[in-house]
Every structure is written in structure tokens, then in C-alpha cells.
T-cell receptor, first 118, second 111 residues
Framework: GAVVSQHPSRVICKSGTSVKIECRSL??????MFWYRQFPKKSLMLMAT?????????EQGVEKDKFLINHASLTLSTLTVTSAHPEDSSFYIC??????????????FGPGTRLTVL | GDSVTQMEGPVTLSEEAFLTINCTYT??????LFWYVQYPGEGLQLLLK?????DKGSNKGFEATYRKETTSFHLEKGSVQVSDSAVYFC??????????FGIGTKLQVIP
């Protein structure tokens, strides 16, 4: 199956700093990437959907100025958590979907990034 | 909106016991249905999927059947192993639709 990687797998940062998380599709071109957040003992919540070359679509309640998403190429999307605070500590997971108009394409998930803000 | 309901658990079973984790969904149209597994400290792995009614997904001894009439996709395994201990997420959607996840069911298998 298709492989999606995330980097870094774990990051610890100080409050007030910004952190960038990369999501890459390794063996396919991803026209759409999704960013999820997993709260402790909770399910995954979709944060935003990004299409290559266009602005991301954020879910209700997600601050777009706080969580900057860039999908600059067909194999890379980045999530930047700006001015991170302890409440941003979470597990962030991306998924990627190849695009063929009119056809079904599975989403493939990355391994996740554990962010801890001190 | 779309939603997925599954038992929160934790579910504790002895090795070789039979496993059932119930999952029901509400959705517009006919979504694909998935079971994902998350081992401790790791990301999500697709365990199995079904894309249309009456389809049965299976993998590693796990099975689930897409039941449109009951809007269910229950996960079963005839004989669990300690290595099956993980959190299992039922999900619907995929493809062009966003994936909606259930809350996750923690399974603990004891020797």
C-alpha cells in the first residue's frame, strides 16, 4: 500500500515557539491531505483539508491563524503550530489521498507526530 | 452530520477469547467503512475496510461486515492474542469525504 511519512515523530518545544510538522506521500501524488488531532483518550478530530496549490479548508472551531497549513506540492503538506501553548500538546496525524476525478481513492495515514509544549 | 458510535471500553479478554467490538454509523449516502488499529505509541494502521453494503472486510483474523440495514460494521475475531492489545477505531467516509472516527475502543488481552 501507499506510504505516508511524518516528521518529526516527536517534538518538545517551549511555550511561545512555533513548530512545523511535515507530511509526505512517499510513493504517490496526493492531491488532498487531511490533518487530524487526537486528544488524550479521545478520537481523532479533523482539523483541516488541504488541496495542492490552494488554501486549506478548516473545520469549525479550528483557528487558521494558529494552525497554518501549506500544501505546496503533490507530495508535501506542512502544519505549523504558531505560538504554541501547553494546550496545543497533542498527537497530530495527517492522511493523504491520491486524486483521480470521479474515482474513489483511499486515504492513507501517517504515523503521527507527538507534540509536547512545555 | 456524520457520526460513528462504538463502545469506549476498555475491553479486557483472556487470550483465545472471542472478540466483538460494536460499531454503528450515521451518514448521508453510502460511505466506506473502516477499522483502524493504533498500537501503543504508534499512528493509525488500516486493519480492514468495506466499500459497499454486504462487503466483508478481513485481515489478520479480524472480520467486519457492512450492514446497511442496521448501519453497523461490528469487528470480530475468533481468538484474540496478547499482540492484539491496542486501540481500535471504527470510521466512515474516506476518498473524497472526510473520515469520521469513533471514539476508539481499547482492547487488552491478558495471557
Amino acid at each position: 500500500g501507499a506510504v505516508v511519512s511524518q516528521h518529526p515523530s516527536r517534538v518538545i518545544c517551549k511555550s511561545g515557539t512555533s513548530v512545523k510538522i511535515e507530511c509526505r506521500s512517499l510513493d504517490f501524488q496526493a492531491t488532498t491531505m487531511f490533518w487530524y488531532r487526537q486528544f488524550p483518550k479521545k478520537s481523532l478530530m479533523l482539523m483541516a483539508t488541504s488541496n495542492e496549490g490552494s488554501k486549506a479548508t478548516y473545520e469549525q472551531g479550528v483557528e487558521k491563524d494558529k494552525f497554518l497549513i501549506n500544501h505546496a506540492s503533490l507530495t508535501l503538506s506542512t502544519l505549523t503550530v504558531t505560538s504554541a501553548h501547553p494546550e496545543d500538546s497533542s498527537f497530530y496525524i495527517c492522511s493523504a489521498r491520491a486524486g483521480d476525478s470521479g474515482s474513489y481513492n483511499e486515504q492513507f495515514f501517517g504515523p503521527g507526530t507527538r507534540l509536547t509544549v512545555l | 452530520g456524520d457520526s460513528v458510535t462504538q463502545m469506549e471500553g476498555p475491553v479486557t479478554l483472556s487470550e483465545e477469547a472471542f472478540l466483538t467490538i460494536n460499531c454503528t454509523y450515521t451518514a448521508t449516502g453510502y460511505p466506506s467503512l473502516f477499522w483502524y488499529v493504533q498500537y501503543p505509541g504508534e499512528g493509525l494502521q488500516l486493519l480492514l475496510k468495506a466499500t459497499k453494503a454486504d462487503d466483508k472486510g478481513s485481515n489478520k483474523g479480524f472480520e467486519a461486515t457492512y450492514r446497511k440495514e442496521t448501519t453497523s460494521f461490528h469487528l470480530e475475531k475468533g481468538s484474540v492474542q496478547v499482540s492484539d492489545s491496542a486501540v481500535y477505531f471504527c470510521a466512515s467516509g474516506g476518498g473524497y469525504q472526510k473520515v469520521t472516527f469513533g471514539i476508539g475502543t481499547k482492547l487488552q488481552v491478558i495471557p
